[in-house]
């Protein structure tokens, strides 16, 4: 018997270690900007400390041939802008450290998960539980 092939769109998948700090770091500036230059990231992350142009000018590139940025090339200078939503990188590093590193088992980052919730976080596993509560 065959597996049914479920057609969904194309998520990148993100490895055990997730993201490097750079990385991290330029997708939260992109998540916070509509579309954006190598230049305007640069000077963001100069205000944090020193790091060469073209570290933040490759790693961005990498980045758009990963899948985790788009890359418009119909300027001077490139415009970039995010690939994927924060929500669906948090669930592809998730479901890569439940699957490849605690076996398919959720219980430890439910557990560590609960252990440290915000106010508004509270909010949101609620929420959450309830739509579970429901889907089930």
Not at 26 to 38: C, G, H, S
Not at 44 to 64: D, E, H, K, R
Not at 118 to 132: M, T
């Amino acid at each position: 018997m065959k597996k049914e092939i479920k057609a969904s769109k194309r998520v990148p998948k993100i490895g055990v270690n997730g993201l490097s700090a750079l990385e991290a770091d330029i997708m939260n500036i992109v998540w916070e900007n509509d579309t954006i230059t190598v230049r305007d990231i640069h000077e963001v992350i100069l205000s944090q400390g020193y790091i060469p142009y073209t570290t933040v000018m490759a790693t961005m590139n990498n980045m758009a041939q990963k899948g985790l940025l788009r890359q418009n090339r119909n300027s001077k200078a490139y415009l970039y802008s995010a690939a994927i939503s924060r929500d669906a990188m948090a669930e592809s590093i998730v479901e890569t450290v439940v699957n490849r590193v605690l076996g398919g088992v959720s219980t430890p980052i439910l557990s560590y998960l609960l252990d440290m919730p915000k106010e508004e976080d509270i909010e949101k596993i609620l929420k959450l539980k309830d739509e579970l509560n429901q889907s089930n």
